[in-house]
């Protein structure tokens, strides 16, 4: 069931329960994140300057959610590299509160498991948890899809814990774009975590994604789909029914858009011309996906510009 629980000037906020969801998930409905969720184009200074919009929304939601009364002292940005970098969680923090963040951060990437179809071993190669407090509440940016690079994330971060002889009070996941399977995982450490008094929580937008079987695209209108009546609204309303359905993802490769636009751009294109072959597609989904394709043109065209 989802019902909308309140709403301001910038944004809905949906709570989401379901037995086999986390049991304190709500979802965004805003302006902000479907300017990025419905604009897989765009890459690069363009993207990063909406997300750090977006961080704002995300960090006045986790507080009003999740961290009321928590003291700041308890609080830090726990950044899975290189993808929760652009989450910008730390710059919605001092917008909103004043406060710099204290971060850890741990690089992990997943694998692909040998002779599998969509299943993925996460590996750590990086960590830093100098900044972890004794009493914390851990606040995370993600994109999720199969979950298991979180899960293994969290997992570090309790050993972590463990040889501070501290405690995790609280682990607050913000979700630009969440898999309803990755919800479903993160059920389970949830009740994991409350065995040891812990609380978890799951913020995403504007829906939960039905997970392909490559374990990697985040689809808007499939069967596992879980969102608001407004949001399937929108996205047809945005994409029609074929493009809601055929999307390749919502995101794309999260790291790559941000951090290597151009590889980004030229894999959108790739995907666009494909699209565009045969004539699938309705009018509202050509016409989308004419003006994407040439908004990804003029990002590829900037690198050849000289300064």
């Known amino acids: 069931m989802i019902a909308l629980e309140g709403e301001n000037g910038d944004y809905r906020l949906y709570s989401v329960r379901e037995e086999s969801l986390p049991s304190k998930t709500s979802v965004i409905c805003s302006d902000l994140s479907r300017g990025i969720l419905y604009s897989p184009h765009l890459a690069g200074r363009e993207l990063q300057e909406r997300m750090e919009k977006m961080s704002r929304i995300f960090v006045d939601v986790i507080t009003e959610k999740a961290l009321k009364g928590v003291k700041l002292g308890h609080l830090v940005e726990f950044v899975l590299l290189s ?27 997943r694998q692909r498991v040998e002779g599998s179809e969509g299943q993925f071993r996460a590996v750590s190669t990086y960590e830093n948890f100098e900044s972890l407090p004794q009493d914390a509440s851990v606040i995370i940016g993600d994109t999720v899809a199969t979950g298991s690079t979180l899960v293994r994330a969290i997992k570090e971060l309790e050993s972590a814990m463990e040889e501070k002889e501290g405690k995790i009070r609280k682990v607050v996941v913000c979700s630009l774009a969440c898999s309803t399977e990755g919800a479903r995982k993160l059920k389970k450490l949830e009740e994991k975590m409350a065995e040891q008094g812990a609380e978890l929580y799951l913020v995403v937008a504007e829906q939960l994604f039905h997970l392909m079987p490559d374990g990697t695209d985040l689809r808007f209108l499939r069967e596992d789909s879980v969102m608001p009546d407004e949001t399937r609204e929108y996205t047809l309303q945005r994409y029609g029914e074929f493009l809601g359905r055929e999307m390749k993802c919502a995101v794309f490769d999260w790291g790559t858009r941000c951090k290597n636009p151009k590889a980004h751009y030229e894999e959108f294109l790739c995907f666009c011309d494909e699209m565009l072959k045969g004539g699938r597609m309705d009018e509202k989904g050509l016409l989308e996906i004419s003006g994407m394709r040439a908004g990804a043109q003029e990002g590829l065209r900037a690198f050849g510009r000289p300064l």
């Open 83 to 109: 993808g929760g970098l652009y989450y910008s969680l730390a710059r919605g923090f001092r917008e909103a509160h004043g406060y710099a963040l204290p971060q850890c951060f741990l690089g992990i990437k």
